[in-house]
DNA sequence: TTTATGTCGTCTGTCGACAGCCCACATGAT
DNA sequence: ATCATGTGGGCTGTCGACAGACGACATAAA
């Protein structure tokens, strides 16, 4: 009885651009790529207006560039966009988690308490996977918590534009105990209600984040 | 010759992405208002396809919205939608004016100084056009002093959301000297070369505006 | 009068077709 | 060989048409 409610079928524009999106993501579509509006729809068998109507949508929301000649190519972020998207995250985010440290009530404190010391208990595994999945919950609660929803947009929409990346947080000297220092100090600044250390900390946090991706994309690029 | 450059022709779906905006601002269409399609597409007598285009890129910037019947509407702020917007604006804003204190070039700040004396006296000859249009100059040179396209560009959209409330800026009391205030402590913190004190000043003075904002709007809600 | 059923019009989602543009390749002239 | 002119194919922008969904109104049943 699938609760009394039917659901209402998903146009293809949707399912495409969710697709597309995936495919991005999981880099069948690689940055620089060319797609063609034709091929896309020969694929899915349907024409090209849902086709183009998601391109558009995924052109506005930055993962897909037009060049002057509309053709379309998969985003790709030059260092100079990087930095640039990173600064915005900066900006949002510490917004984000000052707000939290004052407002944030005691359960969403033993949230963030206890996706740390999950996160701890990852790092004594040696588990990857859940490693990176519980650094990217602790950011999510904390902008959950800042109760602005349009923050929170703005944050997932830079954040996906580097998402290509995402694959190197986890490399380099150190980094899982480094990221859990920073989470932890950010957490504490919480905890004890200072919205300015906690915004400190988070830039400091995301400073590093930031340095450290640079490094190993300098590193990839000499080699 | 037109500098031997030809323009390529701007596609339908382009202007009339542009046209409906432009209404948008200018209040032909009011918050609130449902749009279709077809109308639209007649109106302009090509078909519905680049309406719809339109349509989504404006969707996709939050000028239009979309229910779950699919159909459109202008966007109405709602209050709490007005505090989020305004509240990312700070984020985003205090961070340019940091980074323009910190690099800002000498002739940047001439123009910045300028930008202050033109409004001086556009007080004094009580010219409001004018002010309103300094005003916005004034942020507008910090956001691109800061030299960040992606924060430029966020700034601006979250800045059309609000822009049905942007005749109000300048209506309370004494708002000009107090705006041109708030400006002239942002720009001397600028000149000293104080991040931290560019930053607050610039937090202060747009919660000012805000303030200012909320209390115009409870009393045209109360009449 | 109130409820239930049927019909119509309107709006959106999708389709297939056509025209214009651009580029690559080929053909021909120098 | 090099450059100029065709020529063809592929891709995007736009069009007009149709089907399905939804709501309004009317009509019929209680």
Redesign the interface.
């Known amino acids: 009885m699938n609760q009394g409610m039917l659901q209402?079928a998903i146009p293809y524009y949707e399912q495409v651009q969710q697709t597309i999106k995936e495919r991005i993501f999981n880099g069948v579509y690689e940055p620089g790529d060319r797609l063609y509006e034709v091929q896309i729809a020969r694929e899915f068998a349907i024409s090209r207006?849902p086709v183009?109507?998601a391109i558009?949508?995924l052109i506005?929301?930055g993962l897909l560039i037009m060049d002057?000649k509309s053709q379309i190519y998969v985003y790709e972020p030059s260092l100079k966009?990087v930095y640039?998207?990173y600064?915005?995250r900066?900006?949002?985010e510490?917004?984000a988690v000052a707000?939290v440290a004052q407002k944030a009530s005691e359960d969403q404190i033993l949230q963030l308490e206890k996706t740390l010391s999950d996160s701890a208990s990852a790092i004594k595994k040696g588990e990857k996977e859940e490693m990176a999945c519980l650094n990217a919950k602790f950011h999510e609660l904390i902008i959950d918590f800042s109760d602005?929803?349009?923050?929170k947009k703005?944050v997932n929409e830079?954040k996906s534009l580097t998402n290509y990346y995402r694959f190197l947080n986890l490399e380099g000297e150190d980094r899982p105990n480094v990221i859990y220092k920073g989470h932890f100090d950010i957490f504490q600044a919480i905890k004890e209600r200072n919205p300015e250390k906690a915004s400190q900390k988070l830039k400091e946090h995301t400073h590093d984040d930031l340095e450290n991706l640079v490094n190993l994309l300098n590193h990839k690029r000499e080699r």
């Open positions: 209402k207006s183009r109507e558009r949508t506005n929301e002057d966009d640039e998207i600064e915005c900066v900006a949002l510490s917004t707000l602005n929803m349009r923050l703005l830079l």
